[in-house]
């Protein structure tokens, strides 16, 4: 009985550490779409090594989308646009980017020079076929 009991435990152990392994694993498919800010990419991955939410605008700044992947069902997209406004006044975009679309199309990435924008919190809003797909506010101090 105190074996059974044991090898139970045991497995319940090994099942949920095996949905576990399953669910966090990454499987390098981008789940939506992103917008990261940063110094520096990885060349292999395309994606900014230490993303920050605060940069310095005196140093040259990248940004990286990443966009999800249609599935087979969804009608794929034409063209993707990313603003950058002040997020006190976001009818002012400071920063437009058109970017086509393809089938081969999972990223992009653009670099802000030094000093372009003075330093407050600015919104960046990705939009796919005319609908926000995603925004998020970055710093730039």
């Not at 999972?106 to 925004?135: C, H, M, T, W």
Request: proline share 2%; charged share 30%; aromatic share 12%.
């Amino acid at each position: 009985m105190f074996r059974g009991k044991n090898f139970l435990i045991l497995f319940i152990v090994l099942i949920f550490a095996g949905l576990l392994f399953f669910i966090m694993k990454d499987d390098g498919e981008i789940k939506r779409d992103n917008i990261e800010i940063g110094y520096k990419t990885n060349d292999e991955s395309q994606r900014i090594i230490d993303p920050q939410s605060k940069v310095d605008r005196n140093k040259e700044v990248i940004v990286s989308l990443h966009f999800k992947n249609n599935s087979g069902k969804e009608k794929q997209s034409e063209m993707f646009v990313l603003k950058v406004a002040n997020i006190k006044d976001k009818s002012d975009v400071l920063i437009e980017e058109t970017i086509p679309n393809d089938e081969a199309t999972s990223g992009y990435e653009f670099n802000i020079s030094s000093g372009k924008l003075p330093a407050g919190k600015y919104q960046f809003s990705l939009y796919r076929d005319n609908s926000i797909s995603v925004k998020k506010v970055f710093t730039f101090k």
